[in-house]
């Protein structure tokens, strides 16, 4: 007699292969591994967000677009975390692994063609990986500035470089004056005009060209129709300075109705004046 409790999900097929390679990277060398990119929705129900900082580049993320939207592309990429998610040891292992083959040596690995370092924990085990697999060079763009500064910047594997990446909630917290930055422009010109330089040729040059690193926005109508003629980090800087007007906006707005119901004594108005004004009121 079959039993009445509900069988167990089946589980889920891990990637045969962690490390892939697309068109562009295959033509210099670079191995690719990928997540998601994001937020959304794996197919068993979870949410997820692999790109925590992600700000405006979220609205024209080029991984959001085209091929990287395809069923059968989107389900390896869901295959990946899942793996990550659900046995974080168990793909630090095979990992290492993979990594450990005779092709990979000397070759470069870029760690996200989508994706971010989403956690400390997920975080911690890529550099255990990239310690382990010396003869492996590795590099990534991030918008987890915070992270790596706390967790990266003190203690640098040899064999690992990254670029931090403007357009995330954390721009305030680089400086182009001594971070290795980059930034989406409109076009190759606004790059020079600025004087900042392309990796368009190569993107090995993010991590091994100059230290100001601009990357030409993907020819997508409506994603150069929302840019504006912007870099990511100019758009950002508007959306950062929006969001603190509607906050002081608020605050006032908030500061006037505690006055008008008497209890500024607790709650000061945001130019101070609350005690003041209570004193003259009485």
Known sequence: MPSAEPHPPPAVARPARLLTQNREMRAIGVWNWTLPAWAGRLPDGRT??????AGVCSSVCYARHGTYTWPQVKAKHHANLQF?????PGWESAMTTELGARRFRG????????????????????????????????????????????????????????????????????????DRVADV?????????????????NDLLAVLGP??????????PHFLKRLAGRTFRTWQQEVDAERATRAKAFDHRRGLRLLRGGNTA?????????ADRQDQAA
């Open 48 to 53: 997820y967000n692999t790109c925590p900082s």
């Open 84 to 88: 990550v998610l659900d046995d974080l």
């Open 107 to 178: 070759t470069w690995i870029r760690i996200h063609d989508s994706g971010d370092f989403f956690s400390d924990a997920y975080l911690a085990s890529w550099l255990r990986i990239i310690r382990a697999r010396w003869a492996v060079n590795f590099y990534a763009y991030t918008k987890e500035i915070a992270r790596f500064r706390a967790m990266v910047e003190p203690d640098p594997p040899d064999n690992f470089l990254w670029v931090y990446s403007y357009g995330g909630t954390q721009d305030n917290a680089l400086d182009p004056a001594s």
């Open 185 to 201: 422009f409109p076009d190759e010109d606004a790059i020079t005009a600025a004087g900042w330089h392309s990796q368009e040729a």
């Open 211 to 220: 230290r100001l690193v601009g990357i030409p926005a993907n020819r997508i």
């Open 266 to 274: 607790a709650h000061p108005t945001p130019d101070g004046q609350a």
